[in-house]
């Protein structure tokens, strides 16, 4: 399971949002191994006066927000940064230096899905690996 926000600037997100989200879930599939039909993804363009970032970073700028269950490895976790800054960056030209990228995890029982718990749903795809 796996939600995930996007912000950047309005003129610069709203464009590539479609690419954007395809990109994203490519990696999420690839690296977190869930099947292709899990996809939960919000997008926030910003107006200039709502969105402040330190400089040395373009208009381009772009926050990733990944809240997932508790479980995954080190080790999977950044792969899937990796697969990230890469795509972004071959697929739609978003320099690393733009990106920034925050995965949350919390406990399946913190989730609330399809009426229940978390901890209390079947998934068919693990999130120990």
């Known amino acids: 399971m796996g939600q995930i926000k996007i912000y950047g600037l309005e003129e610069n ?6 690419s954007i ?35 040395g970073r373009t208009e381009a700028y772009t926050i990733i927000e990944i809240s997932i269950f508790e479980g995954r490895t080190l080790e999977t976790k950044k792969y899937l ?5 890469e795509r972004l960056y071959l697929e739609l030209n978003l320099d690393p230096q733009d990106i920034e990228i925050t995965i949350f995890e919390t406990p399946t029982y913190n989730w609330g899905i399809r009426g229940l718990p978390g ?3 079947t998934l068919d795809y693990k ?3």
């Not at 997100?13 to 479609?18: E, F, H, R, S, V």
């Not at 994203?24 to 709502?50: G, L």
Request: proline share 6%.
């Open 119 to 121: 901890d209390e749903i």
């Open 81 to 85: 940064l990796k697969l990230l800054f």
């Open 21 to 55: 989200s395809n990109v994203v879930h490519s990696c999420i599939v690839e690296a977190f191994n869930i099947p292709n039909d899990k996809k939960f993804h919000r997008f926030f363009p910003m107006k200039k006066e709502d969105f402040y970032y330190a400089s």
């Open 127 to 129: 999130v120990n690996e």
């Open 13 to 18: 997100l709203n464009p590539i949002k479609n």
